[in-house]
């Protein structure tokens, strides 16, 4: 069965990212009946803490070493995570812009699936190179203001980036972008920024 992992990254109830996701979501059940719908929240799902065994099992990769019993145990949760995301056909990140960046929950995420010889490796003559396949993958960021040209009053949204730079590491390159911003302030800006994206986003999913 074709899956679609969705990585959810907000933790509020009233989750303008969360919002957007279920327009998408609701639109894409509807042209693909079929697909597995994997929900990954990132604030209730587990995540191993980068330190111990986890890290040691890094390092031993990038120094050509191989792993102790630990690091092998350390490593393997790592590649449980990383095998949500191999599988997927489809990738959708709802996340909120945090300090112009990403949450930390999803930086977690990135930080525990990219690894050595699980999504990317390096060979001494081609350089670093991905290990994943590419995949349709759509990222909906919310942030308080509007950041659609990529800036916002003289500060720089790094979120998306940030994002589009560490996916295509590991081979996701094939990356669409939906704001929703402002989510806060006057109700009418948002009310217009939300209206916007929800549009988008049901128009995209019938050809995702
Ligand atoms: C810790 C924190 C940092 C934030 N940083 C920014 C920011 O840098 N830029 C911005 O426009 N909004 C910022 N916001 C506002 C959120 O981006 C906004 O509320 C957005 O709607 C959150 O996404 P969500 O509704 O899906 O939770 C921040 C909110 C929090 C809680």
């Known amino acids: 069965m ?12 009233d989750s303008e990212s969360a919002a957007g996701a279920r327009v998408f979501l609701e639109h894409f059940r509807k042209v693909r009946p079929d697909w597995d719908i994997d929900l990954m929240d990132l604030w209730r799902d587990y ?27 350390g490593f393997a949760a790592a590649e449980r995570i990383a095998l949500r995301l191999s599988l997927a056909d489809r990738v959708l990140i709802s996340t909120p812009m945090w300090n112009f960046g990403i949450p ?43 950041f659609v040209t990529g800036m916002n009053r003289g ?24 704001p929703i911003g402002p989510t806060t302030g006057p109700a009418e800006p948002i009310r217009i920024a939300r209206e916007n994206a929800h549009r988008r986003l049901a128009e995209m999913a019938a050809n995702f």
């Open 47 to 73: 995540l191993p803490e980068f330190s111990g065994a986890l890290l040691d099992a890094k390092y031993a990769r990038l120094n050509g070493q191989s792993f102790t019993d630990a690091e092998r145990d």
């Open 155 to 178: 500060r720089i949204d790094m979120a998306t980036p940030y994002l589009r730079e560490a996916l295509r590491f590991i081979g996701i390159s094939n990356i669409s972008f939906v």
């Open 104 to 146: 930390y929950k999803l930086k977690h995420w990135l930080d525990v699936i990219i690894q050595p010889g699980l999504t990317f490796r390096f060979d001494p003559s081609q350089g670093y190179l991905p290990l994943l396949k590419d995949r349709p993958t759509l990222v909906i960021l919310a942030s308080g203001s509007d």
């Open 2 to 13: 074709p899956k679609l992992l969705h990585l959810a990254c907000s933790p509020r109830a």
